[in-house]
Nanobody, 131 residues
């Protein structure tokens, strides 16, 4: 499965951005899709996931500010980011995992210190938040 992100850019603190991720067509009925980010000299952080049953999970760092959603008919994943902060500056990646084990990955991936192994990931899109 191929994933392609779009929608990154530069914004001032307090602003909003919406990221999209387009997945190539697949036949998996059970899956987890999510977003993670990587900033220079910082650990990779998985901060939002959603599974094939529609359950979503968030890391504390983004809870209340970011919303993950999906359009199953279009094989698309979205991330609405509000009240952006300079510490949100990073490369943002879309990722996916498939099959029944993906449901557990979905809710554990956002726990601190987790480094899940995704079956697919995109090339990333840069988000820069200035103060």
């Amino acid at each position: 499965v191929r994933l392609v992100e779009s929608g990154g850019g530069s914004v001032q603190a307090g602003g909003s951005l919406r990221l999209s991720c387009t997945a190539s067509r697949h036949s998996y009925s059970t899956y987890c899709m999510g977003w993670f980010r990587q900033a220079p000299e910082k650990e990779r952080e998985v901060f939002a996931t959603v599974d094939s049953d529609g359950r979503s999970y968030y890391a504390d760092s983004v809870k209340g500010r970011f919303t993950i959603s999906q359009d199953n008919t279009a094989n698309m994943l979205f991330l609405q980011m509000n009240d952006l902060k300079p510490e949100d500056t990073a490369m943002y990646y879309c990722a996916a995992d498939f099959g029944p084990p993906a449901l557990r990955l979905c809710y554990t991936a956002v726990w601190p210190g987790q480094e899940p192994s995704w079956e697919a990931r995109g090339q990333g899109t840069q988000v820069t938040v200035s103060s």
